[in-house]
């Protein structure tokens, strides 16, 4: 079982609606979660941390669910500059705090 | 100014020639990383530094050599490329990998070195 497991899609939605993406990680030890996000033939960058009480920015909501070992990111009012992959990322406790990328969602809003 | 910066952003050879990649970052960070993007898109980290002593060295061939001559330089030498060497390499920075809070693990990655080994 891969550590970090994302289903790669592609989500193809309408403008306007609303998407939600799972991860689910293997390591109960986890500490830290992120989501990045990845344009075509660009580099990831940082969409927005994962805190245990969930949190919102703008039509990103993200949510943490340490019981079942996923965290969630749910886009409301999608955009088509939303369309890229989303990558989930898990930092555990080990040698070197080391981050562990998922294989990414792909998302593509269509007009 | 561009925060981490690697060159060159494309990189064609031929197999078994040796190549390098430079890496630098002027965020004031301490921790430096490779990552490898391969075709199907997973990003696997190769190596991490801190402060110029090796934090992670995964299990990547020994044909990869990684050097930091000081913590805003991370520079990867390849030697006798292989067709499976054919990827996304990217190199990235974060304030400090030991730390937790305050987005001090938070990675501020290059735009990418693309190598094409025919």
């Known amino acids: 079982r891969k550590e970090v497991e994302q289903d790669p899609g592609p989500f193809n939605v309408p403008e306007g609606a609303t998407v939600a993406f799972n991860c689910t990680y293997s390591n109960s030890a986890s500490q830290s979660f992120f989501w990045y996000r990845q344009d075509c033939r660009k580099e990831p960058k940082l969409l927005m941390s994962v805190y245990s009480s969930g949190n919102e920015d703008g039509r990103f909501t993200a949510q943490l669910n340490r019981a079942s070992q996923y965290i969630s990111l749910l886009i409301r009012d999608s955009k088509l500059s939303d369309s890229a992959t989303y990558l989930c990322v898990v930092i555990h406790n080990n040698a070197g705090n080391m981050l562990t990328f998922g294989g990414g969602t792909r998302l593509m809003v269509k007009p | 100014d561009t925060a981490v910066s690697q060159t060159p952003k494309y990189l064609v050879t031929q197999m078994g020639n040796d190549k390098s990649i430079k890496c630098e970052q002027n965020l004031g960070h301490d921790t430096m990383y490779w990552y490898k993007q391969d075709s199907k898109k997973f990003l696997k980290i190769m190596f991490s530094?801190?402060?110029?002593?090796?934090?992670i060295n995964e299990t990547v061939p020994n044909r990869f050599s990684p050097k930091s001559p000081d913590k805003a330089h991370l520079n990867l030498h390849i030697n006798s490329l292989e067709l499976g060497d054919s990827a996304v390499y990217f190199c990235?920075?974060?304030?400090?990998?030991?730390?937790?809070?305050?987005?001090?693990?938070?990675?501020?990655f290059g735009a990418g070195s693309r190598l094409t080994v025919l």
């Open positions: 990235a920075s974060s304030q400090d990998f030991r730390r937790f809070l305050g987005g001090a693990n938070v990675l501020t």
């Open positions: 530094y801190n402060n110029k002593e090796l934090i």
